[in-house]
């Protein structure tokens, strides 16, 4: 191993020296082919899937893309000139089909220079509305699906700043939109406006637990932007284009109509605004309005929520979760908390949920309680209700069918949250009188659609339920050899037709109908493999023992050529992995991996390098395990290096590597991931850790599933840190983070400070800061380049 280190170090100190002046750079032929490509369109379905509508974008944007204007605050990223998210993903053309239809029609009357998004379909199906940005601004488009024909219904004055500014009126005549304020005042610049005071904080003595947050607001200045960029006035707007104003101006984090359209929901953000949490536990306000806009009744109000119990199954106390009940026409629904929100607090149910029924002025019923926390409801198109609670702690999760005419209930689901053996599915969907999605129900039976992980494999699966007995039969089961199904919709239960999605490792994901009863399948759409030189790759799942028992798999591939049974040389092997907390070992050991999932390279992988005649092990399981009380991080160490030992030992045993070349690379926890196993074990050449977070002081009170804070378990902390440990790590590392990450806990500081110490400490490490990139990169520039750096580090360790 001393060996491996100096020879990979060495070729390592040729390309490193304080600072390099380097331009952007492309990556070798093999790697450029197949991340310059350009992806399929996205497909959206009406319910009755009558209408495909194809969306297409560009693969990459670029890097002028992200150099616009932007401000960061309440955890928001706004360009303030046009007044929509500075990270938005636009979308540049549309075509339109009949699902039985063989070609896609373009639509015509697109703006030029298309930047679409915000797509949605009418109550009736039969339009859809779009929003386009401009230079100065945010339009919005109607689009009439029949003639393929889309026009504009108004000016750039828009407000999105707070996500989609429009929603339909229930007539599909008429839209809610969120507009600029006319007498909107200018922003204030703080590098030039002068502060009028120091700013000042204070503490009150209560204990609470908040992570390490982005893009908050830090001063007056920023308070005052804030909200100048979420006010608007909201308009009704017509088709025709006629506007009537429908509300006056507030800040707008919410517009629902009810089922029914009689009614509307208003949420608004009030004061005190907050410098150490989001916008989203800002105060809020809830009214409901008439479809007039006349004031009904307040129904919610939210302080400040500041203090939080420890806890991921700790949640604020009062009414939250407040919505419409999908089955009726004018009711609401919504949880509170009986605990007081403290998952430590020992009690027999934690919250109750409540139904309000409109005019709102008797007082909420209670409909039911939850043993656990409350997760969700769901509503049907007959006679039942379904209700999920879940437990972090123990991961558990229940459902409940609740027979509403009779007010009883029965548990259909008790399980591990993360046991996918034992998932029975999804309900099946169908939309209901009000245009909302419900539980399809039919003569007392409903489907539940499931992925049907095995520990022999993959087999989706339908399951007819009777909802009286509970009692279940199945209805179709994938048995397609050689390709994988995920099956989407039930067209239509008689005839046995239903929508698919079929693939294989070199066949490109695409929609089929499919009849259960005949086994044929009629292609709906007919993608392309943009990947067709890595089609002949060998892929396998393979599957594997760490030292202590617990099954883990992981999928390899082998470039082309590769003799298996007689291989003249021994490849290098890349490792790209995430760790996943679990609290016991079957769980931990379960497969969702699929040898016919089409193989789709990107820059999350180390795929690409299979054409460069490396072995690659994508998406190994590193389960980090806790039973009982024992905390999984407790023992993250010896359970991290112990997985990556046993993924070596797997495919050294297949007789395909160099054990002595190995590395390993991840991002975000990955990146953590690969910053210990370098300081910590000697199976690695070298490794490559992205947008991660080193020391683990810098986030204090929580990190992924961390419920505890440092002062709890100061040596836990300490111990996982990379920082704190970083006169160990002596194996070359490749170190990439985006200059303006926005995820909470791995600031851009979290690389900058761990390159610092490394190189302080003589550890042989390069640093790529990649200019305006947030936490996942986009700008084609720097993903390019990601490309080219880590080809050239790769090759130098192992190759040169």
């Not at 339908?462 to 179709?476: G, H, S, V």
């Not at 066949?507 to 292609?523: C, D, E, F, G, I």
């Amino acid at each position: 191993m001393k060996l491996k280190l100096t020879i990979c170090l060495l070729a390592f100190l040729n390309i490193t020296n304080a600072q390099e002046n380097i331009t952007y750079q492309k990556p070798s032929a093999e790697i450029l082919q197949l991340a310059d490509f350009q992806r399929a369109p996205s497909v959206m379905m009406d319910s009755k899937k009558n209408w495909m509508v194809f969306s297409y974008r560009d693969t990459y944007k670029t890097l002028d893309d992200l150099n616009q204007d932007e401000m960061k605050l309440g955890g928001l990223r706004i360009n303030p000139i046009t007044n929509i998210s500075s990270s938005i993903t636009y979308i540049n053309n549309l075509k339109v089909r009949k699902l039985n239809d063989k070609m896609e029609v373009q639509v015509k009357g697109l703006p030029e220079n298309a930047k679409i998004t915000s797509l949605t379909f009418s109550p009736d199906e039969k339009k859809m509305a779009f929003t386009n940005t401009v230079s100065n601004g945010v339009e919005l488009w109607i689009l009439d699906l029949a003639s393929a024909t889309a026009k504009k219904i108004s000016n750039a004055n828009l407000n999105a700043n707070l996500g989609s500014p429009y929603l339909w009126f229930r007539d599909s005549e008429n839209l809610l939109v969120k507009l600029l304020p006319n007498n909107r005042p200018a922003l204030l610049n703080s590098q030039k406006d002068l502060p009028t005071g120091p700013i000042v904080s204070t503490a009150d003595g209560k204990v609470s637990q908040n992570r390490t947050y982005q893009d908050l607001l830090r001063n007056p200045q920023d308070e005052k932007n804030f909200e100048v960029l979420t006010s608007s006035e909201v308009f009704k707007i017509a088709l025709n284009g006629n506007s009537k104003k429908f509300m006056d101006q507030d800040l707008f984090a919410g517009l629902s109509f009810s089922p029914n359209g009689e009614y509307l929901m208003t949420t608004t953000i009030q004061k005190p605004f907050s410098y150490i949490v989001p916008l989203n536990r800002f105060p809020m306000t809830t009214h409901i309005y008439d479809k007039n806009g006349k004031m009904v009744k307040a129904v919610n109000n939210v302080p400040l929520t500041e203090i939080m119990p420890k806890g991921f199954s700790s949640v604020r106390t009062g009414r939250r979760d407040m919505e419409w009940r999908d089955d009726q026409p004018a009711t609401l629904v919504f949880a509170e908390a009986l605990d007081g929100g403290d998952q430590s607090k020992k009690a027999d149910f934690r919250d109750a949920i409540f139904t309000w029924e409109a005019p709102f002025s008797g007082a909420p019923k209670e409909f039911f309680r939850t043993s656990q926390r409350y997760d969700n409801v769901s509503w049907s198109n007959g006679d039942y209700a379904l209700v999920t609670e879940n437990w972090y702690d123990t991961r558990n999760t229940k459902a409940y069918l609740i027979n509403l005419k009779n007010n009883t209930s029965k548990i259909i689901e008790d399980r591990n949250s993360q046991d996918v053996y034992s998932d029975p599915g999804n309900f099946n969907r169908t939309k209901n009188q009000y245009g909302r999605n419900v539980i399809d129900i039919k003569n007392n039976r409903a489907f539940l659609i499931g992925d049907g992980f095995t520990k022999d494999g993959q087999k989706p699966f339908i399951d007819e339920l009777d909802l009286a007995t509970q009692q279940k039969k199945r209805w179709y089961t994938s048995d397609l050899k050689g390709s994988k199904e995920d099956l989407v919709d039930i067209l239509d239960a008689q005839k046995g037709d239903i929508l698919i999605v079929q693939q294989s490792s070199n066949l490109y994901p695409n929609y089929y109908v499919r009849n259960v009863k005949s086994k044929k399948s009629t292609p709906v759409t007919t993608f392309a493999n943009p990947f067709e030189s890595i089609k002949d790759v060998y892929k396998e799942v393979i599957s594997y023992k760490r030292n202590d028992g617990v099954v883990l798999s992981g999928t390899l591939y082998l470039p082309p050529n590769f003799d298996r049974k007689n291989p003249k040389e021994k490849l290098p092997l890349l490792i790209w992995a995430y760790p996943t907390e679990y609290k016991d070992k079957n769980t931990a050991g379960q497969n969702t991996q699929n040898p016919n999932d089409f193989t789709f390279p990107s820059y999350g992988s180390f795929i690409y390098w299979v054409t460069k005649g490396y072995a690659v092990l994508d998406d190994a399981a590193f389960p980090i395990i806790g039973e009982g009380k024992v905390e999984p991080n407790d023992t993250f160490i010896p359970q991290l290096v112990a997985n990556g030992k046993a993924a070596i030992d797997a495919v050294d045993k297949l007789g395909y590597i160099d054990r002595n070349k190995v590395a390993v690379g991840g991002h975000s926890y990955g990146a953590f991931m690969t910053a210990n196993l370098l300081t910590h074990s000697e199976d690695y050449a070298c490794g490559i850790a992205r947008s991660g977070a080193y020391n683990r002081t810098l986030t204090p009170f929580g990190f992924q599933r961390e419920q505890r804070n440092y002062w709890d378990v100061p040596q836990i902390y300490n111990t996982m840190s990379p920082f704190m440990n970083a006169d160990k790590m002596k194996t070359p590392m490749l170190l990439i983070h985006g200059d303006a990450d926005n995820n909470p806990g791995t600031f851009t500081l979290q690389t900058e400070r761990y390159f610092q110490a490394l190189k302080n400490l003589g550890a042989p490490v390069r640093m790529v800061l990649l200019p305006k990139e947030a936490h996942g990169y986009a700008a084609k520039e720097n993903i390019m380049h990601v490309l080219w750096e880590q080809d050239q580090f790769l090759e130098k360790c192992f190759k040169k």
